[in-house]
């Protein structure tokens, strides 16, 4: 799959996956704390910090009863409203600047999630390096015609789509001028279990669609990413937040700051992990050959004494002949006086 970069960062197999840390409603309406997540996230090496840019009012209706009210008990927001749940959670239009600006300052790049056409005139204004398209909204095809047309890299979460529906959307993008697409595979579950995460469709993704692929990660802790980058995952996304004992509308499966920083090594020794089809001798192996196997004369031998399994042993180091020609050995002669602890070579024998 061809390369590309978002701001300064490649983003392909040649390259380190790309971190970004998701904000979401994690500042729980403070500016001070989404400010002090910037810089959080920007210490444990993420590479990018994403927002998601919208209001109550462009989400959903100022409605509290029917399909408007999340009475489902297994739901992390259940017993509230949509518009009251979108109103507690969104980012307020003008913290995005100051957040943006203190991301670029500590060398990290920041961009959103738009959910309808004003935001992302909003974003533009702003000049995003790149956009992020959520699960919930992969089979919006006019928002997602609107964000591919200003020519800016794309990425979407793949969520619950069928593959004709990722056909449609990829589609819809590649129409309307996307060039640079990374679809991420999701799970629209908060949290995901690893069960439930399904990574070896990542490759899958890859191969039906030739673009770069990654992950949205809800799930606990670092090991599906790790795996997914195994994988192939080139971008990897996980929900961040300064301390889930402090509450948020999405910290209970976000990763705090330590986690973070282990997602960002981990990932990337994955990635080195992968190399090539290799077989034999590296060349950071080499020393490593004299700790082989080899065989060893192990007592004191006369001239032309026979080889036996009590003077002729495979033992350690490595710097005799190898143990596969312990028997064509037994039975033949030393050609000379061996003392004990010689390396056998063919210049002894008879």
């Given at each position: 799959m061809t390369s590309f970069k978002i701001g300064n960062r490649l983003i392909g197999a040649d390259a380190p996956p790309f971190i970004i840390a998701e904000m979401s409603g994690n500042h729980n309406q403070s500016l001070d704390m989404a400010l002090q997540i910037v810089e959080a996230a920007a210490k444990a090496g993420a590479h990018a910090l994403k927002l998601q840019t919208y209001t109550a009012e462009t989400m959903t209706l100022d409605l509290s009863e029917g399909e408007f009210f999340i009475k489902d008990p297994n739901s992390l927001w259940a017993g509230t409203s949509l518009y009251a749940l979108y109103e507690k959670a969104h980012t307020p239009w003008e913290w995005h600047a100051p957040i943006f600006a203190r991301a670029k300052e500590l060398g990290m790049l920041a961009f959103s999630t738009p959910f309808d056409d004003s935001a992302v005139d909003f974003l533009e204004s702003l000049d995003v390096p790149a956009y992020k398209i959520a699960s919930f909204e992969n089979t919006d095809l006019p928002l997602i015609r609107r964000v591919a047309g200003t020519g800016k890299p794309l990425i979407i979460s793949t969520g619950m789509a069928s593959i004709a529906e990722l056909d449609e959307t990829v589609r819809a993008a590649r129409e309307a001028g996307c060039k640079d697409l990374v679809l991420l595979k999701c799970t629209s579950t908060y949290p995901a279990t690893p069960a439930n995460s399904n990574v070896r469709t990542i490759p899958h993704l890859r191969e039906l669609f030739g673009c770069q692929v990654g992950l949205s990660d809800h799930s606990m802790g670092v090991g599906v990413s790790v795996a997914a980058v195994a994988l192939g995952a080139t971008v990897v996304e996980k929900?961040?937040?300064?301390?889930?004992?402090?509450?948020?509308?999405?910290?209970?499966?976000?990763?705090?700051?330590?986690?973070?920083?282990?997602?960002?090594?981990?990932?990337?020794?994955?990635?080195?992990?992968?190399?090539?089809?290799?077989?034999?001798?590296?060349?950071?192996?080499?020393?490593?050959?004299?700790?082989?196997?080899?065989?060893?004369?192990?007592?004191?031998?006369?001239?032309?004494?026979?080889?036996?399994?009590?003077?002729?042993?495979?033992?350690?180091?490595?710097?005799?002949?190898?143990?596969?020609?312990?028997?064509?050995?037994?039975?033949?002669?030393?050609?000379?006086?061996?003392?004990?602890?010689?390396?056998?070579?063919?210049?002894?024998?008879?």
């Open positions: 929900h961040f937040t300064l301390d889930r004992a402090a509450g948020g509308v999405d910290a209970s499966f976000s990763l705090e700051p330590a986690e973070l920083a282990s997602l960002v090594v981990e990932t990337e020794r994955a990635w080195q992990a992968m190399g090539q089809v290799h077989y034999g001798v590296t060349e950071a192996e080499r020393k490593s050959l004299v700790y082989r196997r080899s065989l060893y004369v192990t007592q004191d031998m006369a001239a032309g004494e026979p080889f036996t399994t009590a003077n002729l042993r495979a033992i350690r180091p490595g710097l005799g002949l190898a143990p596969k020609h312990a028997e064509t050995l037994l039975g033949r002669r030393a050609r000379h006086a061996i003392t004990r602890g010689t390396p056998l070579d063919w210049s002894l024998v008879e």
